[in-house]
């Protein structure tokens, strides 16, 4: 019994060992672009395509050029305006359709989230024209509405929060009821509450995705004052080549709020993966 009990351990030990290597190894090879991306960033225009990890001689022009040759703080703050104002009002838009669908009766309900549901399987090129002509019609291109509007409304948003809205139990809501609260109270003082791992996870989700967002402001914008990260990262490639140092620089500088956002709201984005709020 005691030689099995043994065996039984090591093989649990050796599983364990090949798991955490195995770990390892897919954490490398999620780091590797990242670092490779900040030592190229530190590399000459005629060293950075040189294929060496660790450049031979650090220099910091590529950053400098970024920040004092073209107006890359503009650029920054027009992301960082688009993706935020998209992501306040888009959780609070489809927090109260969400709420909507999963607990309030009326004709149609199914139907509508049914028709809203299908919208995701419409890819957001097929819909550009579509929406520039809606938005060239309402007078808001190159405007940050004709920007941020757009972009606010999204199926996926909705569908997600309105699974977590079912898995909140009922008595909750009909308690404050037979207390008095109508649904907006309910909705405010004990969904939302309830609420704040989920939509802690769709604003990082939100925020990442439209702060990398770059056809949508390519087409509805031709200003300079409106011009986001992603569409002045572009303009580093010309007809007669791509200034690779320049780019990815640029790139480094952009991605440090989207690392930074992700450590702060990486325990809320795990506890969203739990079928309800509650604890």
């Not at 043994?6 to 670092?35: H, N, Q, W």
């Not at 040759?69 to 992501?87: D, H, K, Q, Y």
């Not at 509405?145 to 409304?153: D, E, M, S, T, Y």
Request: charged share 10%; hydrophobic share 55%; proline share 4%.
């Amino acid at each position: 019994m005691a030689s099995e009990t043994v065996t039984a351990v090591r093989r649990r030990a050796g599983k364990r060992g090949g798991l955490t290597l195995l770990a390892i190894a897919l954490s490398l090879l999620s780091v590797f672009p990242i670092l490779w991306m900040i030592s190229s960033s530190l590399k000459s225009r005629s060293t950075v395509t040189d294929g060496r990890l660790l450049p031979q001689h650090v220099t910091w022009d590529n950053f400098r050029y970024v920040f004092t040759e073209v107006p890359f703080g503009r650029w920054l703050l027009n992301s960082f305006i688009m993706a935020a104002v998209i992501t306040v009002a888009a959780l609070f838009f489809h927090s109260m359709a969400a709420y909507a669908l999963a607990r309030l009766r009326f004709p149609g309900r199914d139907s509508v989230f049914a028709v809203i549901f299908s919208t995701l399987l419409i890819t957001a090129p097929v819909i550009l024209i579509p929406l520039f002509i809606i938005v060239r019609q309402f007078g808001m291109l190159d405007s940050y509405a004709g920007l941020i509007v757009p972009l606010i409304f999204n199926a996926f948003g909705i569908f997600l929060l309105r699974q977590f809205y079912l898995g909140i139990p009922r008595e909750l809501e009909e308690a404050a009821i037979v207390d008095g609260c109508g649904y907006w109270r309910v909705y405010w003082n004990i969904v939302l509450p309830l609420s704040r791992p989920i939509l802690s996870a769709l604003a990082v989700f939100f925020f990442l995705a439209n702060w990398n967002q770059f056809a949508w402001p390519l087409v509805s914008t031709s200003s300079a004052d409106l011009t986001v990260t992603q569409v002045g990262i572009a303009s580093f490639t010309t007809q007669y080549g791509a200034n690779w140092n320049y780019i990815l620089a640029a790139a480094v500088v952009a991605v440090i709020p989207m690392l930074a956002l992700f450590l702060v709201f990486q325990r809320q984005m795990v506890e969203s993966i739990k079928t309800s709020g509650l604890k």
